[in-house]
């Protein structure tokens, strides 16, 4: 098994979690870490690939990289390098690729005007900025590539205070370990194959759209009882308005994904 971006925040966890598992794992990255094996460029992997069965690629720039780093680094390191990837794999008899992506390649189509936009594997990606269009040309790249492959759009894990990643689990965040989870179902499910909403669990519906939009705090009374309690003793507002709402249940149907760290885990 070879992780790339394995002394990243997701790839770092996800070699862990394969490793724990008794799976014999080998991480590459260009910065070491506890789970890299392997110090080396996307462009050179050298051996980390020889005898590998599955690849999981979490390596990539990310959203924070923009404006910091030249365009073409993004396209040389999120397309470039994954073509390089994906065609080193087959090559090999990799049997199973999974690309770790982002909800962020939906760009603009994730903000709405009147209700908050439902977030599946339907809506058609606007992206906005270079990492988006970087992040989804690699995904139609793999897509493309021949192999058995699964893409990921990971919601919102990064480490935030907890009063915003309290707002976020509430309808476009994620804990680290339901991503983890993703990952290996991604791995392990026969037969996975296509792009997947990872999100936590949501407690909205889709008809909830407008309401959201308008007055927020009333629907997450209906919807999260003790919601508004549990966070006045911590100090927190409610959001007045939540413009999108991510749905997992692509993955739950395919890959038997069951995100449970939602925002109770939060709260107790």
Not at 144 to 168: D, K, Q, W, Y
């Amino acid at each position: 098994m070879l992780v790339t971006g394995s002394s990243g925040l997701v790839g770092s966890a996800v070699a862990g979690a394969l490793r724990a598992g008794g799976w014999l794992v080998r991480g590459l990255d260009v910065r070491p870490g506890p789970e890299t094996t392997h110090l080396a460029d996307l462009d050179e992997p050298g051996e980390a690939l020889d005898g590998v069965g599955a690849v999981v690629h979490a390596a990539a720039l990310h959203a924070p990289h923009v404006g910091v780093l030249p365009d073409a680094e993004f396209h040389r390191v999120n397309v470039h390098a994954t073509t390089r990837l994906v065609r080193r794999a087959a090559d090999r008899g990799v049997r199973r690729f999974v690309y770790t992506s982002s909800t962020s390649v939906y760009g603009h189509a994730l903000v709405g005007t009147d209700a908050a936009v439902w977030v599946t594997e339907e809506l058609a990606p606007r992206p906005r900025d270079v990492y988006d269009v970087t992040k989804l040309a690699a995904e139609r790249v793999v897509r493309a590539s021949g192999l058995p492959n699964v893409v990921l759009h990971i919601a919102r894990c990064f480490p935030e205070p907890p009063e915003v990643t309290a707002v976020h689990r509430l309808h476009r965040g994620v804990d680290l370990a339901d991503v983890v989870d993703a990952h290996l179902l991604a791995l392990s499910t026969p037969g996975a194959d296509g792009v997947y909403t990872i999100a936590g669990p949501t407690v909205f519906e889709p008809g909830d759209g407008v309401a959201l939009w308008q007055d927020a705090p009333s629907v997450i009374d209906r919807r999260v009882p003790g919601a508004r309690a549990a966070f006045a003793a911590r100090g927190w507002r409610l959001p007045d308005r939540i413009d999108r709402v991510y749905d997992s249940s692509a993955a739950a149907r395919d890959l038997g994904y069951r995100p449970s760290r939602g925002l109770s885990t939060l709260l107790t």
